[in-house]
T-cell receptor
């Protein structure tokens, strides 16, 4: 067990709706990264938050946004859902942003968009 | 060209075999390198970090060649429990932090 938790575990939405996914980081970790993993693919980096600020972003459109709270937990918000947004969404926490820090993943939220 | 490319797999090997995975990356400014393991319908877990000097952890050996932008993972004496997807991971911090995962290579170890 990594100590990283995510909620909900599964979610079904329809096109055009909005969704919020939540992540609680491991104790002592101040950095959270979010990933999208489509079936049969590796995780794709969405963004990283460090001390409540976005620290880096992958190639995702602005309708993917996030927040980090003072307790270092985080939310991923996706607006105007599209069918291709159906995927496993993973968050990972780490103790810093150096790049060499190990990322510990949560079990993920499986999102289905109909 | 993908930023991180791995052998497409799958690899089907008998128990006891030695298997090697290869990975190349395109960003010469990449900082850190890892191998993660992902079991079916589970989250990725760190297998080992990869250093230019090479590093070994039991049956697993990882190697980084910065000049060739190439990373490898060698598994000796394969066990049934090694069956999983192996993900090559590269981080960079140019223009903001970024982590790039390869698509993964699936390994099946058979009795």
């Amino acid at each position: 067990e990594t100590g990283v938790t995510q909620s909900p575990t599964h979610l079904i939405k329809t096109r055009g709706q909005q969704v919020t996914l939540r992540c609680s980081s491991q104790s002592g970790h101040n950095t959270v990264s979010w990933y999208q993993q489509a079936l049969g693919q590796g995780p794709q980096f969405i963004f990283q938050y460090y001390r409540e600020e976005e620290n880096g972003r992958g190639n995702f459109p602005p309708r993917f946004s996030g927040l980090q709270f003072p307790n270092y937990s985080s939310e991923l918000n996706v607006n105007a859902l599209e069918l291709d947004d159906s995927a496993l969404y993973l968050c990972a926490s780490s103790s810093g942003t150096s790049g060499s820090d190990t990322q510990y993943f949560g079990p993920g939220t499986r999102l289905t968009v109909l | 060209r993908k930023e991180v490319e791995q052998d497409p797999g799958p690899f089907n090997v008998p128990e006891g075999a030695t298997v090697a995975f290869n990975c190349t990356y395109s960003n010469s400014a990449s900082q850190s390198f890892f191998w993660y393991r992902q079991d079916c319908r589970k989250e990725p877990k760190l297998l080992m970090s990869v250093y230019s000097s090479g590093n070994e952890d039991g049956r697993f050996t990882a190697q980084l060649n910065r000049a060739s932008q190439y990373i490898s993972l060698l598994i000796r004496d394969s066990k049934l429990s090694d069956s999983a997807t192996y993900l090559c991971v590269v981080t960079s911090n140019t223009g903001g932090f970024k982590t790039i995962f390869g698509a993964g290579t699936r390994l099946f170890v058979k009795a």
